[in-house]
C-alpha cells in the first residue's frame, strides 16, 4: 500500500518556483480521429509555433516551440551557443507576440556571422541546431565537486514523474526540471528537449540563480548536446529516465559531469563522476517502476 502511495500522481505543484501548465489553451489544440475500431475520438495534440530569436539587430534561428517562456528560451538559447557571456551587460529582452520574435539587446552590439556559418544538427527532438564548434568553451570549464545524495535521486524521480505535466496531457513533448537537493524548481516543457534545457538556461541567467549545487534532470537521451548544455551551464549533474549515447559519456567523462541514466523505480546507472554520489538510500525500500521492461539488461 506504502508503493502504492508513492506511485500516486500528486495534484500540489505549489512547491515549484515554476511547474508545468498541463491545462493552458494556447498549448494544445483539440482534434478529432478515429481509433483502431473506427470509433470516433477527440484528444489534445501539442501545438508547435515558431519563434524567432535575435541578438541586437543579428538574426540568429528560428525555432520551432511550444511557445510558453519565449524570453527565457531566447536568453538560454544564446548562452548556451556562447553568443551571451556572463559578463555581457543585457539592456532588453522584448518580445513580440504577433510576429513571434524575440529581440534579446546588450550594451556592446556583437556580429555573428562566421559562427552562424557552421551550423551542426543534433540528435535533438523537432531539431536542435548548434552553431559553430560543438566543443567550444569546454576545454576550460571546471565543474563544481560537490555531492549528490541517492535519496535525493530517487525522491525527485518519483516527485517528477507523478507531476501534472503537459506530457501527461497530451504527450509528444520533453520536460527538464532544474533541482537543488531532493526538490524540484523548475520545470520546462518543449517539443524539443534541446528547448527545454534552453528555457532552464535562460531563467537561472535572467534571475542570476547559481549552478553549484543544482542537478538537472531530463526525460530525453542522454546526448552529447545535453551534455554539453548541462556543462554549459556549470550544473555538475545531469539524470534522466532514458539512456545514453557514446558521445554523451565521453564528453562528460571529459568535463567530469555525473551521468545518471535509466532511472526508472529501483534502477539507476552512473556512467560518468560517480564520486559525487552519496549512495545513503537503500534499493530495495524504493517503489519499482510498473512500467519496466520485462526483459532484463533491454535499451531504455
Given at each position: 500500500?506504502?508503493?502504492e502511495?508513492?506511485?500516486?500522481?500528486?495534484?500540489?505543484?505549489?512547491?515549484?518556483?515554476?511547474?508545468?501548465?498541463?491545462?493552458?489553451?494556447?498549448?494544445?489544440?483539440g482534434?478529432?480521429?478515429?481509433?483502431?475500431?473506427?470509433?470516433t475520438?477527440a484528444?489534445?495534440?501539442?501545438?508547435?509555433?515558431?519563434?524567432?530569436?535575435?541578438?541586437?539587430?543579428?538574426e540568429?534561428?528560428t525555432?520551432?516551440?511550444?511557445?510558453?517562456?519565449?524570453e527565457y528560451?531566447?536568453?538560454?538559447?544564446?548562452?548556451?551557443?556562447g553568443?551571451?557571456k556572463?559578463?555581457?551587460?543585457?539592456?532588453?529582452?522584448?518580445?513580440?507576440?504577433e510576429?513571434?520574435?524575440?529581440?534579446?539587446?546588450?550594451?556592446?552590439?556583437?556580429?555573428?556571422e562566421?559562427?552562424?556559418?557552421?551550423?551542426?544538427?543534433?540528435?535533438?527532438?523537432?531539431?536542435?541546431?548548434?552553431?559553430?564548434?560543438?566543443?567550444?568553451?569546454l576545454?576550460?570549464?571546471?565543474?563544481?565537486?560537490t555531492?549528490?545524495?541517492?535519496?535525493d535521486?530517487?525522491?525527485l524521480?518519483?516527485?517528477?514523474?507523478?507531476?501534472?505535466?503537459?506530457?501527461?496531457?497530451?504527450?509528444?513533448?520533453?520536460?527538464?526540471?532544474?533541482c537543488?537537493?531532493?526538490?524540484?524548481?523548475?520545470?520546462?516543457?518543449?517539443v524539443?528537449?534541446?528547448?527545454?534545457?534552453?528555457?532552464?538556461?535562460?531563467?537561472?541567467?535572467?534571475?542570476k540563480?547559481?549552478?553549484?549545487?543544482?542537478?538537472?534532470?531530463?526525460?530525453?537521451r542522454?546526448?552529447?548536446?545535453?551534455?554539453?548544455?548541462?556543462s554549459?551551464?556549470?550544473?555538475?549533474?545531469?539524470?534522466s529516465?532514458?539512456?545514453?549515447t557514446?558521445?554523451?559519456?565521453e564528453?562528460?567523462?571529459?568535463?567530469g559531469?555525473?551521468?545518471?541514466?535509466?532511472m526508472?523505480g529501483?534502477?539507476?546507472v552512473?556512467?560518468?563522476g560517480?564520486?559525487?554520489?552519496?549512495?545513503?538510500?537503500?534499493?530495495?525500500?524504493?517503489?519499482?517502476?510498473?512500467r519496466?521492461s520485462?526483459?532484463?539488461?533491454?535499451?531504455q
Amino acid at each position: 500500500m506504502e508503493k502504492e502511495r508513492q506511485l500516486a500522481r500528486i495534484d500540489d505543484t505549489s512547491a515549484y518556483l515554476i511547474a508545468p501548465s498541463p491545462h493552458a489553451s494556447r498549448l494544445t489544440r483539440g482534434v478529432q480521429g478515429t481509433d483502431q475500431d473506427g470509433k470516433t475520438v477527440a484528444l489534445n495534440v501539442v501545438e508547435e509555433r515558431p519563434l524567432t530569436i535575435y541578438l541586437n539587430a543579428q538574426e540568429i534561428v528560428t525555432a520551432m516551440t511550444i511557445g510558453d517562456y519565449p524570453e527565457y528560451l531566447a536568453l538560454g538559447f544564446l548562452r548556451n551557443q556562447g553568443m551571451l557571456k556572463a559578463g555581457d551587460d543585457i539592456t532588453g529582452v522584448d518580445y513580440d507576440e504577433e510576429i513571434e520574435t524575440v529581440v534579446v539587446r546588450t550594451k556592446t552590439h556583437t556580429t555573428f556571422e562566421e559562427k552562424l556559418k557552421k551550423k551542426t544538427r543534433t540528435s535533438g527532438c523537432a531539431v536542435g541546431t548548434v552553431f559553430g564548434d560543438m566543443m567550444e568553451g569546454l576545454e576550460g570549464i571546471t565543474l563544481p565537486a560537490t555531492s549528490v545524495r541517492t535519496s535525493d535521486l530517487y525522491k525527485l524521480a518519483a516527485t517528477i514523474n507523478r507531476t501534472p505535466s503537459l506530457y501527461l496531457e497530451a504527450g509528444a513533448i520533453h520536460g527538464t526540471v532544474l533541482c537543488q537537493q531532493d526538490r524540484p524548481l523548475v520545470y520546462m516543457e518543449d517539443v524539443g528537449r534541446h528547448n527545454a534545457v534552453d528555457k532552464i538556461a535562460g531563467w537561472m541567467l535572467s534571475e542570476k540563480v547559481p549552478a553549484d549545487d543544482k542537478v538537472l534532470y531530463t526525460t530525453g537521451r542522454l546526448t552529447s548536446e545535453m551534455v554539453i548544455k548541462t556543462s554549459m551551464m556549470g550544473i555538475p549533474v545531469l539524470a534522466s529516465r532514458s539512456g545514453f549515447t557514446a558521445w554523451g559519456v565521453e564528453i562528460a567523462q571529459q568535463v567530469g559531469l555525473t551521468l545518471i541514466g535509466r532511472m526508472k523505480g529501483q534502477r539507476f546507472v552512473c556512467l560518468s563522476g560517480e564520486d559525487r554520489l552519496i549512495r545513503d538510500a537503500d534499493p530495495s525500500k524504493i517503489a519499482d517502476d510498473p512500467r519496466k521492461s520485462g526483459r532484463k539488461g533491454a535499451a531504455q
